[in-house]
């Protein structure tokens, strides 16, 4: 299976748990998908959550929400293919991307690797900055890295 970044995420949310079941285990059968879990919300609402490329993911949802509405209610289906890194993080309950970035080290390897969205995400994590605010949204990505290695 391609890399997460790759993969399209399918979600289907159910009224109850017997019509999430269902639908989970359709959408497994019916397609080359993998099942990420499933959510509960309030009023008995479940979503259960898959990936894999984007033509298996739609297949999965289809087969996933056909199988629930024999059995239950079907509130709601999606795929989002493609999704961001932080969408994905979100929905899977990974760290976020910025967030999972190793520290700085003396030599700082790790912080040139990062794109300035991440370094700006890192920046405001720090509090011993000399740049704060603002500044660190306006920064441009030499001056992140100056910031950050002190």
Request: charged share 20%; net charge negative; glycine share 8%.
């Amino acid at each position: 299976m391609a890399a997460s970044g790759q993969n399209a995420l399918g979600m289907v949310e159910t009224r109850g748990l017997i019509a999430a079941v269902e639908a989970a285990d359709a959408m497994v059968k019916s397609s080359h998908v993998t099942l990420l879990g499933m959510e509960k919300a309030d009023a008995g609402l479940i979503t259960i959550l898959i990936e894999g490329e984007t033509a298996a993911v739609q297949s999965a949802v289809d087969a996933g929400r056909a199988a629930a509405e024999k059995v239950g209610q079907v509130v709601s289906s999606h795929v989002i293919p493609r999704p961001a890194p932080e969408v994905h993080a979100m929905q899977t309950g990974d760290a976020s991307p910025a967030k999972s970035a190793a520290a700085p080290s003396s030599g700082g390897a790790e912080i040139e690797s990062m794109t300035v969205r991440e370094l700006r995400a890192y920046a405001r994590e720090q509090e011993s900055l000399p740049i704060k605010g603002r500044e660190i949204a306006r920064a441009n990505r030499q001056q992140l890295l100056d910031a950050l290695r002190g």
